[in-house]
């Protein structure tokens, strides 16, 4: 994210007001390992560094690599939890949190983290992921049933339309609980969730996804038959990237596409054991098990008239 000056300026008086310059090295260390402050000032050890001057440099440096979040992160972290047995009151914290969020982060709570507000922008890393590093994701694939079939059998413009139908009703159920589109081929596609109840979020996004398409091909289906989907959702780390192709590689993401290609009925929704363990008992118990899913616990939701 780009940091506004007034931000940066406001958390220098912060961080000086706050520490002594050898806990605020000890925290970028953490973030740059081997990173020298004094290195960073051309001063030699034998002169003390005042606050005011190691917050400018410290931060200055963490906005250059981009890592000015992740030390705020660390400020907010030894506020409420302590570093090495002791607390640190970080001055202004309330007013630089604000300042994120007039910039278009919130701070999520869970993951501990500062995130784009879903109001303002939505971009595909949350603003906040990095290039090649792992994460744990929740996600949620969604296939049509027999899309080639559709294709031939259909006008262009009728799966095209169909098509756009579908990926608005996906957009919809996601959008609201802050997940991202990864990959979507037509008829189909991948959606990550990320932070807060990522779980749970996906879970209630794939139930909204497929009770929105019953009522779909109900009442406004372009095509002489309904269309069918199969959703899957699965949990694990993956390591972000903006490149589709090396996302597919990863190890969640193929064990993903394996429950939705093999072990999920038309109109049903899998998930795996690591997910459905995390349910609420309520949602949990909406959930059946999948039979013959070769040793591997697998769970399933479809519509079922009374």
């Given at each position: 994210m780009k940091v506004k000056p007034t931000l940066i300026n406001l958390t220098v008086k912060a961080l000086a007001a706050s520490m002594g310059v050898?806990?605020?090295?000890?925290?970028?260390?953490?973030?740059?390992?081997?990173?020298?402050?004094?290195?960073?000032?051309?001063f030699p050890e034998s002169i003390p560094i005042p606050n005011i001057?190691?917050?400018?440099?410290?931060?200055?440096?963490?906005?250059?690599?981009?890592?000015?979040?992740?030390?705020?992160?660390?400020?907010?972290?030894?506020?409420?939890?302590?570093?090495?047995?002791?607390?640190y009151r970080i001055s202004y914290l309330r007013d630089i949190i604000k300042m994120f969020a007039e910039q278009g982060f919130i701070y999520d709570g869970i993951n501990k983290i500062f995130v784009e507000n879903p109001r303002i922008r939505r971009t595909r890393n949350w603003g906040t992921l990095r290039n090649q590093e792992e994460y744990i994701f929740t996600f949620l694939r969604l296939d049509i049933v027999k899309n080639s079939e559709l294709v031939r059998k259909h006008p262009?413009?009728?799966i095209q339309k169909t098509y756009s139908d579908l990926r608005d009703i996906v957009d919809i159920?996601?959008?609201?609980?802050?997940?991202?589109?990864?990959?979507?081929?037509?008829?189909?596609?991948?959606?990550?969730?990320?932070?807060?109840?990522?779980?749970?979020?996906?879970?209630?996004?794939?139930m909204e996804i497929?009770?929105?398409?019953?009522?779909?091909?109900?009442?406004?289906?372009?095509?002489?038959?309904?269309?069918?989907?199969?959703?899957?959702?699965?949990?694990?780390?993956?390591?972000?990237?903006?490149?589709?192709?090396?996302?597919?590689?990863?190890?969640?993401?193929?064990?993903?596409?394996?429950?939705?290609?093999?072990y999920t009925k038309p109109n049903s929704i899998t998930v795996s054991n690591t997910v459905h363990v995390t349910l609420d008992t309520v949602l949990a118990d909406q959930f059946k098990p999948v039979e013959k899913s070769g040793g591997a616990k697998y769970f399933y939701y479809e519509l079922q008239w009374e």
């Open positions: 050898k806990i605020m090295e000890v925290l970028a260390k953490k973030l740059v390992p081997g990173y020298d402050l004094y290195e960073r000032k051309g001057d190691a917050a400018r440099q410290i931060l200055t440096d963490m906005n250059r690599l981009e890592l000015f979040p992740d030390y705020v992160n660390l400020l907010i972290k030894v506020q409420s939890e302590g570093h090495m047995g002791r607390k262009a413009e009728l159920a996601i959008e609201r609980r802050n997940g991202r589109v990864w990959n979507w081929e037509g008829d189909g596609g991948l959606v990550a969730f990320y932070f807060s109840y990522k779980n749970l979020l996906a879970v209630v996004s794939a497929i009770h929105e398409i019953f009522i779909y091909n109900r009442l406004f289906r372009k095509l002489d038959e309904p269309i069918r989907v199969r959703l899957a959702i699965h949990n694990g780390p993956c390591e972000y990237s903006e490149n589709e192709e090396d996302i597919k590689k990863g190890e969640t993401v193929r064990k993903i596409i394996e429950i939705e290609s093999g």
